[in-house]
């Protein structure tokens, strides 16, 4: 049976709220609502905090015993960050499939880091955490962003535990990868038409509009310049909200009944997640007629779009929206995605290449190979692990005949 104690820590945990929430007169207010003898059984904030301790504890033994006993082959996940205060974490994660075929994950451990961030610091971390639930022999992979210190961490972790091989239970994310890749793309098309001398250009482009009339009134157009004056315009109208509210109103306006649902503004552009870039071009193309009405004004003309810049931002849109649902499937939650990561990354690169043979790609091509260099050289690493080969051939979805299609 549980307790009111019990309740108020997984309460407070799972809102994310403080502890000090049970001293709020309004919290106990309501609890005195459901029961006016609360007074006399309302637990104190020091013994709430021990009990959070408690219950912790309770469940990281009951985890254990169940993966002691059952050994479940594990995957395990790790990253590390810092937050604004400077102070470095990292987190151990677990996926394993239950005896009634469901798919479980856990939190092993958030271990905070001080010190280098060496691979022999985050291996020493990593088994410190994995040894309170006794674990060690059922690791399946070890699954980490593709820096050089996790590489070398998955080296150390071989070294002080036997039964696992970094050479092929080591395991890239895919999604960073991705990341990186389409970082490579968006600097490529911030490069413009002019990133080739004009003879290779016309040498790769015989068709392009430059061999067959001048551009018009002299423009050339610049990718990076066309996601930069969305981006400006986002924050504009976030730096007060009379402009965004004028922004809402031009867009209903514009739209009436008919316009896209549940999109009455801009989408911000976070330098450290390359989809956002993506969301904020397809929200602003489906605002387009909206964008421009805006824009007509002195005050906001400087954000204005033409055109063939308007063109541009679909080519942007078409050319980056397979690594965007790669990056989708791939950070799925609900189901097993290694099985994904081979085939994903034998169509990302097909659809590179085949963009690159558009007319009006070329100038970009030699970033866009660049792209296709890094995924073939994370996918030529991912063939030798052996939980990414033998999952795909066992999906049915993929088999070894995806494989031969996509020779």
């Known amino acids: ?96 499939i239950d005896a009634n075929f469901n798919l479980i994950s856990v939190l092993f451990g958030l271990s905070e880091i001080e010190g280098d961030h ?14 309170r639930y006794n674990i060690r022999n059922q690791i399946v992979c070890i699954t980490s962003d593709n820096a050089s210190a996790n590489n070398q961490m998955c080296h150390e972790i071989q070294a002080m535990c036997p039964s696992f091989s970094a050479s092929t239970q080591s395991i890239g994310c895919m999604a960073h990868t991705i990341h990186l890749a389409a970082r490579d793309g968006l600097n490529a098309l911030s490069q413009g038409p002019t990133s080739l001398p004009e003879s290779k250009v016309n040498e790769l482009r015989p068709m392009a509009i430059s061999n067959l009339a001048d551009p018009p009134n002299g423009q050339k157009i610049n990718y990076n310049s066309i996601i930069s004056r969305i981006s400006r315009l986002d924050s504009y109208l976030n730096h007060s909200p009379q402009r965004r509210k004028k922004f809402v109103t031009t867009v209903k306006l514009v739209y009436d009944e008919n316009g896209p649902k549940n999109a009455t503004s801009l989408l911000s552009n976070v330098c450290t997640r390359w989809t956002s870039t993506y969301d904020m071009l397809v929200q602003a193309l489906s605002l387009k007629e909206a964008y421009d009405q805006f824009c007509s004004s002195p005050q906001t003309q400087s954000y ?54 558009q007319y009006d790609m070329a100038p970009i091509e030699p970033e866009a190979k660049s792209m296709c260099e890094k995924l073939t050289k994370y996918m030529k690493i991912l063939i030798t692990k052996t939980p990414a080969i033998v999952s795909a051939i066992l999906d049915p979805r993929f088999k070894l005949k995806f494989f031969h299609t996509h020779d």
């Open 1 to 96: 049976m549980q307790t009111l104690k019990t309740v108020l820590v997984y309460f407070v945990s799972e809102t994310d709220l403080p502890i000090s929430i049970t001293k709020s007169k309004l919290f106990q207010a309501l609890l005195e609502l459901c029961n006016p003898n609360i007074a006399h059984i309302m637990v104190q904030r020091t013994a709430l905090t021990a009990h959070l301790s408690n219950i912790y504890f309770y469940h990281q033994e009951h985890i254990r015993k169940i993966l002691t006993t059952n050994q479940y082959p594990l995957s395990l996940t790790t990253d590390t960050w810092t937050i604004p205060n400077v102070t470095a974490y990292m987190a151990v994660t677990g996926h394993f």
């Open 118 to 131: 060496s691979g022999a610091s985050l291996a020493k971390r990593f088994l410190n955490i994995i040894q």
């Open 304 to 357: 204005c779009l033409n055109k063939i810049e308007w063109e541009k931002v679909t080519v942007m849109i078409n050319f980056l929206q397979p690594l965007y649902e790669a990056t989708k499937i791939i950070c799925g939650s609900n189901y097993p995605t290694i099985n994904h990561a081979l085939p994903l990354y034998i169509l990302l690169i097909k659809h590179i290449d085949q963009e690159c043979q």
